[in-house]
């Protein structure tokens, strides 16, 4: 409000407010962790190098960087698409698209926070108590989903009003499009979303990458066979059809990984670790 109403900066005040408040939460989260968690404190001896570890991380961190990166350069083939459908389309979806976008912290968070409970679990051999709380996360997810397509439904055109100006019906035929293809990404991102981290927490992170090169190749014969048999307007449902599979991918490896081992029905074993049981 001060960048944008008081000192009428535009864009950049955008930028510049982005960026502060960064800043300012980054250390506030800091101070806070050096207050309340003396043993997090960094000292000079923590500076060294330890080749095992950085294979490690390494290792359960690349697939899902890489995986991020292909499902963005996805994004980026479908929305040069969708820009070629005009500016009453780019119009239309990028409002919409803020609205799903603040929608979907809610779900976004508890799919974060999911990876490091299992893993956090599974590493004190309470794999119970990890399936159980994988559970509550999605019966939570899956709330908050139902939540969000309500919203989704009721609010899309006043949402839209902020930020058109004057709303006609190509504008609004696009919007509601857009809407319909929203609610089914909300229907996938408990699973897609929350069975992502999973994977990384027992150790299967290359199913991540797998599946971000199913959503990839997904994207892309949906955006060519849409072209081919001239279904221009398809093109905007092309990202979240494009996550379907994955989706299924994900789900059947969670159903193997998780639900059908045995490792997940007890606590105080070491079953899961155990690399010649599996």
Do not use: M
């Given at each position: 409000f001060l960048f944008l109403v008081a000192c009428h900066l535009g864009v950049t005040g955008v930028a510049l407010s982005a960026?502060?408040?960064?800043?300012?939460?980054?250390?506030?989260?800091?101070?806070?962790?050096?207050?309340?968690?003396?043993?997090?404190?960094?000292?000079?001896?923590?500076?060294?190098?330890?080749?095992?570890?950085?294979?490690?991380?390494?290792?359960?961190?690349?697939?899902?960087?890489?995986?991020?990166?292909?499902?963005?350069?996805?994004?980026?083939?479908?929305?040069?698409?969708?820009?070629?459908?005009?500016?009453?389309?780019?119009?239309?979806?990028?409002?919409?698209?803020?609205?799903?976008?603040?929608?979907?912290?809610?779900?976004?968070?508890l799919n974060n926070a999911i990876g490091p409970f299992m893993a956090q679990n599974l590493g004190k051999s309470q794999a119970k108590r990890a399936k159980q709380g994988l559970n509550i996360e999605l019966a939570m997810a899956f709330g908050f989903s139902i939540l969000d397509a309500v919203i989704l439904i009721f609010c899309y055109e006043p949402v839209l009003g902020i930020f058109v100006s004057e709303i006609n019906g190509e504008i609004l035929s696009y919007a509601r499009l857009g809407m319909f293809f929203n609610l089914l990404v909300l229907a996938i991102n408990p699973f897609y979303g929350s069975f992502r981290y999973v994977l990384g927490a027992i150790n299967k992170p290359l199913w991540n990458l797998l599946a971000g090169l199913l959503q990839l190749f997904s994207?892309?014969?949906?955006?060519?066979?849409?072209?081919?048999?001239w279904m221009p307007y398809a093109v905007i449902g092309a990202g979240a059809l494009a996550q379907v599979l994955p989706a299924i991918l994900l789900s059947i490896l969670i159903i193997h990984y998780v639900y059908r081992d045995p490792a997940f029905k007890k606590d105080g074993s070491s079953d899961f670790w155990d690399s010649s049981k599996r």
């Open positions: 960026l502060i408040a960064g800043i300012i939460s980054d250390i506030v989260g800091f101070v806070y962790l050096l207050i309340a968690h003396p043993e997090l404190r960094i000292h000079r001896g923590d500076f060294h190098f330890e080749k095992a570890e950085i294979a490690k991380q390494l290792r359960l961190s690349l697939p899902l960087a890489l995986q991020l990166t292909v499902i963005s350069l996805g994004g980026f083939w479908i929305q040069s698409a969708i820009d070629g459908l005009g500016k009453n389309a780019i119009l239309a979806l990028s409002a919409l698209g803020k609205l799903t976008a603040c929608l979907g912290l809610f779900g976004n968070g994207q892309l014969l949906l955006v060519f066979v849409f072209a081919l048999f």
